[in-house]
């Protein structure tokens, strides 16, 4: 104000002055990549990390190509270190295993000795399958690599995953007179109750590959063949 008048002056900030202003103040918030979808497939390793069944146990070969691992990762929770590139990441998720066998078998607990054996048909089946549930929940450390902003960031993600078996089954398609049959058995097979094992994943914002690898044998100890679930595929981010 001035000679009884009020002038008001208007200035134009440079845009570089505004972000170094403003740089110091972001939130440096860490979001890492678990919640979301996988899509993948399984299969299993022996004792010797081979895939390749034994003689003794080759009613447990798999077609790999039709037995689907989907997994639903529902729940996040991230913990940064101070920065928004490095982390740790837990959650909960549901894992859900067909485990598509290629003969013309399925498994059944010996009347004798409860273990796991194999089960022959005299008719030709479509299809035989062992399904399997657990909760999941992961303890991962995951690092963020590169581009400036979340989406243009290559993220590399590896930790420990643990699992409890909520639900089991068998499932045979076959045809008689000319109909399709199924026959679907839910029992706990002797499956391993709780499993740990290793994970890792990598990817560009919401899209990864993942890979899991079972400490833990599908079967309980002394109950049925040592295989170890493996599994790997496609992660789209929530």
Known sequence: EANGETS??????DEDDFKEETFFHKDKKFKGHWAGIELGLNNFMDADYSISRDQSIDYMDLHTGKSWNFNL???????????????????????????????????QKA?????????DYAQSLEKSKLSTTYLTVPLLLEGQLFGGS?????????GVIAGLKIGSSTKIVYREDGKKQKDKVRDDFNLSPFRYGL??????DDLSI???YYLTSLFEKDKGPELYPVAAGLVLSF
Do not use: C, P, W
């Open 210 to 212: 993942y890979a899991n």
């Open 150 to 158: 979340d989406n243009e960031r290559m993220h590399i993600t590896a």
């Open 199 to 204: 994970t890792a994943r990598v990817g560009i």
């Open 73 to 107: 990762n529902i729940f996040q929770y991230d913990l940064g270190f101070g920065t928004d590139r490095v982390g740790f990441v837990t959650g909960l998720g549901l894992e859900f295993s067909n485990y598509r066998f290629d003969g013309n078998n399925n498994i």
């Open 111 to 119: 009347e004798e000795t409860n273990y796991i054996i194999e089960q």
């Open 8 to 13: 008001i002056e208007v200035t134009k900030l």
